[in-house]
């Protein structure tokens, strides 16, 4: 089946770790982006990839690095930086950048701070 | 991009239709309505979206204004399974216009 795929579903992170969550979608899809969720709230776009090797910092890109070096996969650094990581994140895809194109997106991964 | 509004939350019954308001009185000719859903603890699936004529897919009816300002989203026969949060998304069709924010949504009930 065609799809987005994330992992681990659940993650946790020791203070002053980095951690890398995966995204890997097989729709050949050239536009990748990352989102966080609080409990609660709407979706914040931390980082997003119009095509491989190229890549823009979204609203909320601080403590945050991404990658895109293979079409298929767009994964996600929350580093030490990032002050208050715990959240609910999103990976999605399009096929391209354009406004009237439909994102689809993984299941998720909860990140928790021991 | 246009800011919506829509109500925070909204309970259904069962088998009967929902409508699902979103205010967009700021919309531009060439930006698009969407609308999303998210059930809890999953990634937002997609619903619909239109430009100027109403839309109607499996899923739902996109109801738009004439004067674009206002849109509702019709599910026909709501189901347990529609509890979800519902996201109205306004964005233009140039490059780059896909780099949205979802708002806080309608949180929607259905009661059985």
């Known amino acids: 089946d065609g799809g987005i795929t994330q992992s681990p579903k659940y993650l946790f992170r020791k203070e002053g770790q980095n951690v890398t969550l995966s995204c890997e979608q097989n729709?050949?899809?050239?536009?990748m982006y990352w989102y966080r969720q609080d409990p609660g709230q709407g979706l914040r776009l931390i980082y997003y990839?119009?095509?491989?090797?190229?890549?823009q910092k979204g609203d909320i890109a601080e403590g945050y690095s991404v990658s895109r070096e293979k079409k298929e996969s767009f994964p996600l650094t929350v580093t030490s930086a990032q002050k208050n990581p715990t959240a609910f994140y999103l990976c999605?895809?399009?096929?391209?950048?354009?406004?009237?194109?439909?994102?689809?997106f993984g299941s998720g991964t909860q990140l928790s701070v021991l | 991009d246009a800011k919506t509004t829509q109500p925070p939350s909204m309970d259904c019954a069962e088998g009967r239709a929902a409508n699902l308001p979103c205010n967009h009185s700021t919309i531009s000719g060439n930006e698009y309505v969407y609308w999303y859903r998210q059930i809890h603890s999953q990634g937002p699936q997609y619903i619909i979206h239109g430009l100027k004529n109403n839309e109607t897919n499996e899923m739902a009816s996109l109801i738009i204004t004439e004067d674009r300002k206002s849109s509702t989203l019709i599910l026909p026969h709501a189901t347990l399974r529609d509890t979800a949060v519902y996201y109205c998304?306004?964005?233009?069709?140039?490059?780059?216009?896909?780099?949205?924010?979802f708002g806080g949504g309608t949180r929607v009930l259905v009661k059985p």
């Open positions: 729709l050949n899809h050239d536009a």
């Open positions: 990839s119009q095509i491989v090797n190229d890549f």
């Open positions: 998304i306004v964005r233009v069709a140039r490059a780059a216009g896909n780099k949205l924010t």
């Open positions: 999605a895809s399009s096929i391209s950048l354009r406004g009237n194109e439909k994102l689809f």
